[in-house]
């Protein structure tokens, strides 16, 4: 297993070779020293997977909606896999409590692919080999991946960057409806819901969210690339189809909806996969889809060029005495501005 070729394990993911890709995420998730030539061999293998984020606060039911939704797409014929990328939480226990459920509920369906993801210490946000792991699900073909994440800092952002959908779950109880709901929030979500309809209060964080979906209006804007190094290739090509065209083409405008689940009983589990699949629809029909498959690619570069950045600068700070300078810097011999000069130039 060590000693295997990138090529057999290339063809195993093509292939639909189980083994072979539990190894190939292995390999991306490890940093394998070949890794990046598995990824660079299996990306224009991708592109036909239609993937979902869903994001939210910790504890509202992400892992058992997911796994519901799971269910739901291998019942409508289509082949799923899931990517959870768990902080073990202070609620519920993250990824075992998660997996746990997930195992009983999908075990022995060869049409579903389940993967944990520890975020190592990047609490909340995506581990940065997720991207990875993405291609190589979306290589070995299938139809539709969930990615969960726990909405906690920079994650909605990042998630939004990766999906093409973004489901926000959010669920009554978790403190005062409008604080619950962060800001950033409703920018991202495609989709919302409530789940734990069964509880009390459901129906006031509906509304809740219905009301500032219709104050915010952000719904209504085309979605941005977050970051700073890659420009945004839609704002220097073109704007999507639907976006800036004022009230006019206000019919190709996605109207984020507020749905309501009992993850726990799959109730409103099967609506949620409609809507999920009728925004796919409004992306392909719009040309939104390739509005966001160039934020994805814009993202993608972006994380590698800030990984690599990071890499070149650590390997130099572990060359020189960065400790010595700081010093410098905090008895004010030296100015911070020409400290982190004289890192960036190595001397
Ligand atoms: N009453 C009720 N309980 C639910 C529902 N959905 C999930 N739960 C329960 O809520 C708890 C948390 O569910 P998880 O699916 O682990 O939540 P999560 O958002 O993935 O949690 P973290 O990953 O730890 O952030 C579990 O005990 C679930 O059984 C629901 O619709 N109704
Ligand atoms: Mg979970």
């Known amino acids: 297993m060590r000693n295997q070729d990138p090529a057999q394990l290339i063809a195993g993911v093509r292939g639909g070779d189980r083994l072979r890709l539990a190894q190939a995420i292995t390999w991306v998730e490890n940093e394998h020293p070949r890794a990046v030539e598995l990824l660079a061999a299996?990306?224009?293998?991708?592109?036909?997977?239609?993937?979902?984020?869903?994001?939210?606060?910790?504890?509202?039911?992400?892992?058992?909606?997911?796994?519901?939704?799971?269910?739901?797409?291998?019942?409508?014929?289509?082949?799923?896999?899931?990517?959870?990328?768990?902080?073990?939480?202070?609620?519920?226990?993250?990824?075992?409590?998660?997996?746990?459920?997930?195992?009983?509920?999908?075990?022995?369906?060869?049409?579903?692919?389940?993967?944990?993801?520890?975020?190592r210490g990047s609490l909340g946000g995506l581990s940065k080999t997720t991207g990875g792991v993405i291609t190589v699900l979306d290589a070995a073909g299938f139809d539709r991946i969930l990615v969960e994440t726990v909405g906690v800092g920079q994650a909605e952002v990042e998630i939004a960057s990766t999906a093409h959908t973004t489901v926000v779950v959010e669920a009554p109880g978790l403190g005062d409806e409008i604080q619950a709901i962060k800001a950033g929030i409703l920018e991202i979500a495609d989709l919302l819901v409530v789940n734990k309809a069964d509880r009390p209060g459901a129906d006031k964080t509906v509304q809740a969210l219905a009301m500032m979906l219709e104050l915010d209006g952000t719904h209504a804007r085309p979605r941005r690339h977050h970051g700073r190094l890659v420009p945004d290739s839609q704002a220097a090509t073109g704007t999507p189809a639907h976006a800036g065209q004022g009230e006019s083409r206000d019919d190709a405008r996605w109207r984020v909806e507020v749905l309501k689940t009992v993850a726990s009983t799959e109730e409103g589990v099967e609506t949620l996969r409609q809507r999920i699949e009728a925004h796919r629809d409004w992306l392909l029909e719009t040309g939104e889809w390739t509005a966001r498959e160039h934020l994805r690619a814009a993202h993608a570069v972006e994380a590698l060029l800030r990984a690599e950045l990071e890499r070149r600068i650590r390997a130099q700070w572990a060359a020189l005495d960065v400790r010595a300078l700081v010093e410098a810097v905090a008895q004010r011999r030296q100015d911070p501005y020409h400290a982190a000069q004289r890192l960036l130039a190595g001397h």
Not at 53 to 73: D, E, F, H, Y
Not at 83 to 112: E, K, N
């Open 42 to 119: 299996l990306y224009p293998c991708g592109g036909g997977s239609h993937i979902i984020g869903v994001t939210g606060a910790p504890g509202s039911g992400k892992s058992t909606l997911v796994t519901a939704l799971a269910r739901a797409i291998r019942a409508a014929g289509q082949t799923v896999a899931i990517v959870a990328i768990d902080p073990t939480s202070p609620f519920t226990g993250g990824a075992i409590l998660g997996d746990r459920v997930r195992m009983r509920a999908l075990s022995g369906d060869p049409g579903v692919f389940i993967r944990s993801m520890a975020t």
